[in-house]
């Protein structure tokens, strides 16, 4: 595989994280309308009337398109620009890491400490991607 391949691995099995936590939440949603557990009336208009259970999938999910977002930028204009490297490589792998830990503690036992170290991670990496970008394109070359 290409130095490019390994650097847009990590983008693929985060669309899959996406897609998985997506299933979950679809899932976790209908089975508490069809239980009773919520009306539909109710959250039509207010999210916050899922049950807890239910609504940390729809907060993991939202999740996933705030600080990823800054992750597929900074990859994209890697790509474009031709600058990938294993420096960059290293770094999209352990972002990918930090978000599959996160969203798993985050729909587990949702252990608040462990979810912001993940978090924490996960935006520190961004960081320093967005960093090393930056030194390739204006300083290293």
Known sequence: MTVVQWLLLPA???VALV??????????RFQAARQGRVKVNDIANDG???PDDVRKFANNYQN???????FYAALALIVATGLADWVAVALAWVFVASRVAHTFIHI??????RR???FLLS???AVLLW???????????
Not at 19 to 28: D, I, K, L, N, S
Not at 64 to 70: K, T
Not at 133 to 140: A, P
């Open 12 to 14: 693929f099995i985060h």
């Open 19 to 28: 897609f998985y936590v997506g299933g979950r939440m679809g899932r976790a």
């Open 48 to 50: 916050s009337k899922w």
């Open 64 to 70: 996933q398109f705030e600080v990823p977002v800054l």
């Open 108 to 113: 587990g036992r949702n252990i608040i400490i």
């Open 116 to 118: 912001f170290q993940a």
């Open 123 to 125: 935006f520190t990496v």
């Open 131 to 141: 960093l090393w970008f930056g030194l390739r394109l204006y300083v290293i070359g």
